[in-house]
C-alpha cells in the first residue's frame, strides 16, 4: 500500500500561537515543506477560512495575508489548501480559495453534522477545487455510524475524509475499527488526524496505517491544539522504516528543525518534545552512549550528523567503532 502524509501545522499547529502563525513564520514553514516534498499541506487561520472576519479569530493573519504568501509555493508539487468549518460558511470564501489557485478546501464539522456541510462540498466541486472533509471528535458516532455518514458526504462529491479523534481519546484498536468501516464504506481516500493526549499518537497512527488509511495528519514538532498531534517528522520516520513516504526528505526537515524551527519557536514558549537527534537515534537504532563519538566526528569531517548516524547504523548497530564512524563519514563528504 501507499501512505501520503498531510501537514497541518501551518493550521492545528497555529492554535499553539493563537489563532495563526505570523507571515515570516508561514513563510518559513511553507518554504521547508515544499523543499523537503511533503506532499499535502494545510495551512492558514486555525479556524479556517473566513475566521478571521466571521468568528473574530484576529490573533492570526488575514486570509488574504496567507494567501499571497502561498502564491510562490503553489507549483512545487504540494498540494495546498486551507480548511473550511461548516458552521462558518460562506460562500464567497470558495471562490477566494479558487481565484488563489489553492487546490483543496478541508470542510469540517462534528460527526453527526454533515448534513449542514452538503452544500458547502458541492459549492467546493463547483469551483473545481478538491473537497476534503474532516469528521470531527470521531469518537462520537460508532465506526459503522461513521461509515455511514462518510458514504453520505462521498455520494455528495467528496474527494477525501478524515477521521479526526479531535480529544485524542481513541486506542489502537478504535481507530483500527473505525479505520476499516470507513474504507468498506467509501472508495475515496480515507484519512486519520490523530491528537496525543493519552500518549497514542503513533501508535494510533500506525493503527490507521495497517487498517488502510491513504493518508496521515501531522505537525512539525507534534503542533496542534491541546497536547498535539503526531510530529510530522516521527510520521516520516515510521513510515520510511516501512518503506512508505520515500519522497519526503527526512533529513532536509530535521536539519530544518534543528536550526531554524526550534529557536523560531523559543519566544512562543514552544518546545520540541523530541529533538531530531533522539529522533534520529531511534529511527537508526543508535544507542545514546555513541552520540559523543558521533558528533565529535561529524564535527571534524563536516557532515550532517543525522546522515551519519543513519549510514554507520545501517552497518553496526551494536558498538560502531570511531574507525567505522570516520570511514562513512568520508564517503559522505
Known amino acids: 500500500m501507499s501512505v501520503k502524509l498531510m501537514d497541518c501545522t501551518l493550521r492545528d499547529g497555529a492554535n499553539v500561537v493563537g489563532k495563526g502563525f505570523s507571515a515570516e513564520l508561514t513563510d518559513m514553514m511553507l518554504h521547508a515543506l515544499t523543499a523537503c516534498h511533503v506532499p499535502i499541506i494545510e495551512f492558514g487561520n486555525a479556524g479556517g477560512i473566513g475566521a478571521y472576519e466571521v468568528a473574530g479569530f484576529t490573533a492570526a493573519e488575514t486570509d488574504e495575508t496567507y494567501l499571497n504568501l502561498a502564491r510562490k509555493y503553489l507549483d512545487r508539487g504540494s498540494e495546498l489548501g486551507m480548511f473550511l468549518n461548516a458552521k462558518r460558511y460562506r460562500e464567497k470564501n470558495v471562490a477566494v480559495a479558487k481565484d488563489a489557485g489553492l487546490a483543496f478546501l478541508r470542510i469540517g464539522a462534528d460527526a453527526g453534522d454533515a448534513d449542514i456541510a452538503l452544500q458547502a462540498v458541492r459549492d467546493v466541486k463547483s469551483q473545481g477545487l478538491q473537497a476534503y472533509y474532516s469528521l470531527m471528535k470521531a469518537y462520537l458516532l460508532d465506526p459503522e455510524q461513521l461509515a455511514a455518514e462518510a458514504k453520505k458526504l462521498e455520494d455528495a462529491g467528496l474527494d477525501e475524509i478524515t477521521i479526526m479523534d479531535s480529544a485524542g481519546t481513541m486506542l489502537p484498536d478504535q481507530v483500527a475499527a473505525y479505520t476499516k468501516a470507513l474504507k468498506r464504506a467509501v472508495s475515496i481516500p480515507v484519512a486519520f488526524h490523530c491528537h496525543n493526549n493519552l500518549g497514542l499518537s503513533a501508535a494510533n497512527a500506525l493503527a490507521a496505517y495497517q487498517n488502510g488509511a491513504d493518508i496521515l495528519d501531522?505537525?512539525?514538532m507534534g503542533m496542534?491544539?491541546?497536547?498535539?498531534?503526531?510530529?510530522?517528522?516521527?510520521?516520516?520516520?515510521?513510515?520510511?522504516?516501512?518503506?512508505?513516504?520515500?519522497?519526503?526528505?527526512?533529513?532536509g526537515?530535521?536539519?530544518?528543525?534543528?536550526?531554524?524551527?526550534?529557536?523560531?519557536?523559543?519566544?512562543?514558549?514552544y518546545h520540541n518534545p523530541v529533538t531530531p537527534t533522539d529522533l534520529i537515534l531511534g529511527?537508526?537504532?543508535?544507542?545514546?552512549?555513541?552520540?559523543?563519538?558521533?558528533?565529535?566526528i561529524a564535527k571534524e569531517k563536516d557532515v550532517n550528523l543525522f546522515r551519519l548516524i543513519a549510514e554507520v547504523s545501517r552497518q553496526d548497530q551494536k558498538s560502531p567503532s570511531e574507525e567505522l564512524i570516520a570511514r562513512v563519514a568520508d564517503t559522505l563528504r
Request: net charge negative; aromatic share 10%.
Open 253 to 269: 526537515l530535521l536539519d530544518f528543525i534543528e536550526n531554524r524551527l526550534q529557536s523560531a519557536m523559543e519566544p512562543y514558549h
Open 283 to 296: 529511527a537508526a537504532g543508535c544507542h545514546s552512549s555513541f552520540l559523543d563519538r558521533f558528533r565529535t
Open 224 to 251: 496542534a491544539r491541546s497536547a498535539g498531534n503526531l510530529a510530522t517528522e516521527i510520521c516520516v520516520a515510521m513510515m520510511q522504516r516501512l518503506g512508505e513516504m520515500r519522497e519526503i526528505d527526512f533529513y
Open 218 to 220: 501531522c505537525g512539525l
